[in-house]
């Protein structure tokens, strides 16, 4: 996905995106959101609350160019989404093995692992190409240190270039192929990937190490069921606690030039 320069020149901590989280969580649409958006130009306040809160109105205005473009955004991530047979297909053209997600419930849809597969196959030719260390399937957390001091992820990782100490690239992997309708679960992986991306940010913030930190979210059925968590995806993109965020069919292109520029630049 694309880094709108507009809002990427802003720190991750600006005060800019506390209002974006903020107006995502009213989940507002239609004639409601001019509504809202009106009040909040004419007072300058955030709307409807019982102690004034004032709001830059240079924020204001970046806030309505914002959700414009946000939902540009989302709809080119929607496009972007494959199907399962998909995905599947092309790690057969690559002849990536592919695992699958085993449930007990076996009405359930066993899921496959195919972006899994297509991100460590691409990774792994890569990196053995350029004798690069690479660890595709962390047992234990992250960590780096410096100096300035110590950092460990807050979970285990999908991956991590070189390794998991100080590595210079990590990523999450988040794929969903079920046939019904998706759940909180998704919720939860935004989170998790938010609170990761801060938590190296902040590392960042105090320390001489820059570190990439990579999203990858692919299952076109259960991501349209749910938009606003992919829009949360998009906003911590743009707001830079994620560094790259590959989508869909977006792997079989971009993902191979990243790893080459990793490896490149920080390998």
């Not at 085993?102 to 849809?109: A, E, L």
């Amino acid at each position: 996905m694309t880094r709108i320069e507009q809002y990427t020149i802003l720190s991750w901590n600006h005060d800019f995106w506390s209002l974006v989280r903020y107006f995502r969580s009213l989940r507002i649409t239609g004639g409601k959101l001019a509504e809202w958006l009106s009040d909040l130009r004419t007072d300058a306040c955030l709307p409807a609350q019982t102690k004034k809160f004032p709001i830059d109105p240079q924020h204001i205005e970046l806030l309505e160019n914002y959700i414009q473009d946000s939902a540009f955004l989302l709809s080119k991530a929607l496009a972007t989404l494959r199907s399962e047979e998909e995905s599947l297909a092309f790690c057969k053209k690559l002849k990536f093995p592919v695992g699958s997600t085993k449930t007990q419930n076996r009405s359930h849809h066993q899921s496959s692992k195919a972006l899994i597969a297509a991100v460590s196959g691409i990774a792994r030719k890569a990196c053995a190409d350029a004798n690069i260390g690479i660890d595709l399937d962390p047992q234990r957390r992250a960590i780096w240190f410096s100096e300035q001091g110590l950092h460990v992820s807050a979970r285990n990782l999908d991956g991590a270039i070189p390794s998991l100490e100080n590595p210079k690239a990590v990523w999450e992997i988040k794929e969903y192929w079920g046939k019904t309708s998706g759940g909180s679960k998704m919720s939860d992986a935004v989170y998790e990937c938010q609170l990761v991306g801060l938590e190296l940010r902040m590392f960042e913030s105090k320390s001489d190490i820059s570190i990439d930190h990579i999203v990858f979210v692919d299952g076109r059925d259960q991501w349209n069921s749910r938009k606003s968590d992919l829009l949360r995806f998009i906003d911590l993109h743009q707001q830079g606690l994620i560094d790259h965020l590959i989508v869909g069919r977006e792997v079989e292109s971009e993902w191979s030039v990243l790893v080459a520029a990793i490896i490149q630049n920080k390998g």
